[in-house]
């Protein structure tokens, strides 16, 4: 499986921006879905993750209510729809996917999300 995230860049706080991690190869196998973040100095953290089917989402306590987590499982594609950003949400941005059974981890090579204040 490889992924591949898009949609960083340089916004405003206040601003919005949409990521989307599209998935390629063996996508039958992937399961549960996330988006982690690191910042300079900081370890990764989990920022959102949805279930297979999209049913069910849990989202960091520092973006609940600001950024929204979907996925189209017939585009092979996870968003992740971020608004009212703050400078604070300044990282780079990783796409998760796992395999059914969780033996396998895969991971995006990350794009960067700069809020300016």
């Known amino acids: 499986v490889q992924l591949v995230e898009s949609g960083g860049g340089l916004v405003q706080a206040g601003g919005s921006l949409r990521l989307s991690c599209a998935a390629s190869g063996s996508t039958f196998s992937i399961n549960a879905m996330g988006w982690y973040r690191q910042a300079p100095g900081k370890q990764r953290e989990l920022v959102a993750a949805?279930?297979?089917?999209?049913?069910?989402?849990n989202y960091a306590d520092s973006v609940k209510g600001r950024f929204t987590i979907s996925r189209d499982n017939a585009k092979n594609t996870m968003y992740l729809q971020m608004d009212s950003l703050k400078p604070e949400d300044t990282a780079v941005y990783y796409c998760?996917?796992?395999?059914?059974?969780?033996?396998?981890?895969?991971w995006g090579q990350g794009t960067l999300v700069t809020v300016s204040s």
């Open positions: 949805i279930t297979s089917g999209g049913g069910n989402t």
């Open positions: 998760n996917a796992e395999s059914v059974g969780a033996l396998n981890t895969y």
